[in-house]
């Protein structure tokens, strides 16, 4: 026999036997990788499932702290208890357009202003011993409620108003249903005496207890994690339960590639190396790309995920933990923008306020942007408030401020600096310029039906222009209030 056959035959021998060892190897190590990739993903389901409820939570203490800290609450709500201010801003405005299903206002000496009178509360719970904003889970009415906790404080988280406001939502059928939409698989979550549900073949799956940490019967991945209290106390159990038919798939592929493995040797040899090539090595150096782009910020990438394999259900693990991430992001920066944007404005008239106006005019300062600063208040509002009350003073400072955003140039900027005092900015205007703008909205204002019961309704203005009076904002602004109230005292001269 020729040499070259003989090496060949022998390179067929020892590929064979070295391709029946590997496949020995891989099956009698296959349940160890089977049982490593099991817990791979209920590792992953838990976390999911764990960080929808801080998700929650976390939306919760947003909300629960931007009406806490707003100083109406301390005053119409706690001090007092508007009737009409509570209705329309907190309870059942916030029921109905956050979906919440508790909504507490109780002071630290147990009066309840606010009350949610279809659960059964221990209110002692909602009363925090220190001044700090509380989220957890608690069991009322026999259901695990998701819920935050904060002090009454004004704006500024200076004066406490001895009150504390909370929000909570109920774990029910709905929200669940919900969830399980987002976390892609069933699960039931157990309390002492309830038991709600997405799926009623959970049931046929229950256990007491699970050794090791999970389950796989019957194509369904099942494990039991457990929900704490704020005192760390166990209240409830999630029993997660998700249909996955992988690993048996994969065990009848060992299988198979045993038997094919044997007929098929050279071809094999030569399919597993394309294959190493173009399904793994490929596939996890477009991970590592991907984790790349990640890094550098973008998430807008495109993983193939398609393929029913360790690697097809890496990459769509990864795209979950991805869209996780985007989900996160996108809560985060519409939460800073929302919070910028809220401290930026007057929440009674929907003008920019005493704040955004400081810092607008500390960056013209900054860039030596000539303009010129009007410092406004309004004649006779006293008299509105006095005579027709604040509700009708509240709505003439909105018509007010409309009134004045409508008459002034596009880039030009109204804030309300205070009470019946507001501030405009007219951009690149020199005193006289400015003194020309005031006095023709002067008299326009005049014209206009400002007069409820017959009251008339004016403003005193004062001037003062960057860099002509001053380079110093406070300067500015002491500048224009002196003349204001110096029209304001010839007026009441006359």
């Known amino acids: 026999m020729r040499l070259r056959y003989k090496i060949f035959y022998i390179n067929i021998i020892v590929i064979f036997l070295v391709i029946i060892s590997i496949l020995l190897i891989i099956f009698s190590l296959s349940k160890n990788i089977l049982d490593d990739n099991i817990r791979t993903r209920v590792e992953l389901y838990k976390n999911n499932f764990s960080n929808l409820i801080e998700i929650e939570k976390n939306n919760l203490i947003f909300h629960v702290k931007d009406y806490a800290y707003w100083e109406e609450m301390g005053i119409k709500g706690v001090i007092n208890k508007d009737e009409n201010w509570i209705r329309d801003n907190l309870d059942p405005w916030i029921r109905k357009n956050f979906n919440y299903d508790l909504v507490l206002l109780i002071k630290d000496n147990g009066e309840v202003i606010v009350d949610t009178p279809l659960l059964n509360l221990n209110y002692d ?17 026999n259901l695990p409620i998701i819920f935050a906790t904060s002090p009454v404080f004004d704006s500024n988280g200076e004066k406490f108003y001895n009150a504390y406001l909370t929000f909570g939502i109920i774990i029910n059928e709905n929200l669940i249903n919900e969830w399980k939409n987002y976390l892609d698989f069933d699960f039931a979550i157990i309390t002492e005496n309830s038991y709600i549900s997405t799926s ?13 940490t999970y389950q796989y019967i019957h194509n369904y991945i099942s494990t039991f994690l457990p929900i704490y209290d704020i005192e760390g106390n166990k209240i409830a159990d999630v029993h997660i339960h998700k249909y996955d038919d992988t690993i048996t798939k994969m065990n009848k592929t060992i299988l198979s590639g045993i038997i094919v493995g044997g007929l098929l040797t050279i071809i094999s040899a030569f399919i597993i190396n394309i294959l190493l090539i173009s399904q793994i090595i490929k596939p996890l150096e477009n991970l590592d790309k991907a ?24 990459t769509n693990s990864f795209k979950k933990m991805l869209d996780i991430i985007k989900y996160r992001e996108k809560i985060i920066t519409n939460e800073k923008q929302m919070a910028i944007e809220m401290s930026y404005k007057d929440p009674l008239i929907n003008v920019f306020n005493r704040k955004y106006l400081i810092e607008k005019v500390e960056d013209l300062i900054k860039y030596e942007q000539p303009f010129s600063i009007i410092f406004l208040d309004l004649d006779n509002f006293k008299i509105i408030n006095d005579v027709l009350g604040h509700k009708v003073g509240d709505e003439l400072l909105k018509k007010i401020a409309d009134w004045f955003s409508n008459n002034l140039r596009k880039d030009d900027i109204i804030a309300r600096y205070g009470g019946d005092e507001f501030c405009l900015i007219l951009y690149g205007l020199d005193k006289k310029s400015a003194y020309e703008v005031i006095q023709r909205l002067y008299k326009l204002f005049q014209l206009q039906s400002f007069y409820p019961e017959d009251i008339p309704i004016g403003f005193s203005y004062g001037i003062a222009t960057f860099p002509e009076d001053s380079e110093n904002i406070d300067k500015l602004l002491s500048i224009a209030d002196n003349k204001m109230y110096q029209m304001k005292e010839i007026k009441s001269n006359k």
């Not at 909602?126 to 009415?141: A, E, P, Q, R, Y």
């Not at 009623?200 to 090791?212: M, R, T, V």
């Open 125 to 141: 719970d909602f009363i925090l011993k220190k001044h700090d904003i509380v989220s957890g889970i608690k069991i009322i009415n």
């Open 200 to 212: 009623e073949e959970i049931e046929k799956f229950q256990f007491n207890e699970i050794k090791p």
């Open 291 to 314: 984790t790349k782009e990640i890094s550098n910020g973008n998430y807008e990438i495109k993983l193939d995920y398609s393929k029913n394999d360790e690697i097809g259900h890496l």
